[in-house]
Each structure stands twice: as C-alpha cells, then as structure tokens.
Nanobody, 125 residues
Framework: QVQLVESGGGTVQAGGSLRLSCAAASGGTFSNRAMGWFRQAPGKVREFVGGISWNGGVTIYGDSVKGRFTISRDDAKNTVYLQMNSLNPEDTAVYYC?????????????????WGQGTQVTVSS
C-alpha cells in the first residue's frame, strides 16, 4: 500500500504561481514508477495535467497547461512536484497526485494505481 499526500494548494490571484508537492507516506515509495497529476473541477470530468517517467527523463502535459506547468521529481525525498505558473480561474480544481503501475509517463488514468486525497487550488480573477 502506498499513501500519497499532496500539499501546497490554496488560493491565488490570476497570474500567480503555486507549487504542489506530493510525498509518499508510511514508508511508501514510487521509485521506478512514473508519476502523474490530474485535476477535477466541480461538474467537470477528471483531466490529465502532467506525467513524469520513472527517471524524470520524459515529461508530458495536458494541452491546457503546456508551457505554464512543470512536473518534477526528487526520489531521494520520495516527492513529486507540480510548479504552476500564470494561473487563471480555469485552473481552479482539486489536484490529485497519482502513481503509475509502470515506468513510462502516461496520460491514461487507468494506468495509475494509487491516488492522493487531493488538494484544492482556487484561482481568483
């Protein structure tokens, strides 16, 4: 069992930045596994935000966040990050960290097995 704990969410004005963190708790690890971030806004379907391969060599992003968000990982700290810049109100959502079953970065939700509880990001106009 791997417990993922997100932090860093909050309220920010449009144009601002936030950095989300996702740590593996209870002795869990995600070494050798790809990691990802998804988000879900009220009344909307879950949306892929970004994914990173097991060694950080490959990163992929959803179209709506390309050029603004950056995913990274520090396996020594068992932590994955999502740097979010140039935020706009459409980025308002609950953001979820998740671990992939495999090593390659992916935007397919079904390939992810463990999910965090989510952290709220609210962007005001």
């Amino acid at each position: 069992q791997v417990q993922l704990v997100e932090s860093g969410g909050g309220t920010v004005q449009a144009g601002g930045s936030l950095r989300l963190s996702c740590a593996a708790a209870s002795g869990g690890t995600f070494s050798n596994r790809a990691m990802g971030w998804f988000r879900q806004a009220p009344g909307k379907v879950r949306e892929f935000v970004g994914g990173i391969s097991w060694n950080g060599g490959v990163t992929i992003y959803g179209d709506s966040v390309k050029g603004r968000f950056t995913i990274s990982r520090d396996d020594a700290k068992n932590t994955v990050y999502l740097q979010m810049n140039s935020l706009n109100p459409e980025d308002t959502a609950v953001y979820y960290c998740t671990r992939n079953r495999f090593a390659g970065a992916s935007d397919i939700a079904g390939l992810y097995d463990y999910w965090g509880q989510g952290t709220q990001v609210t962007v005001s106009s």
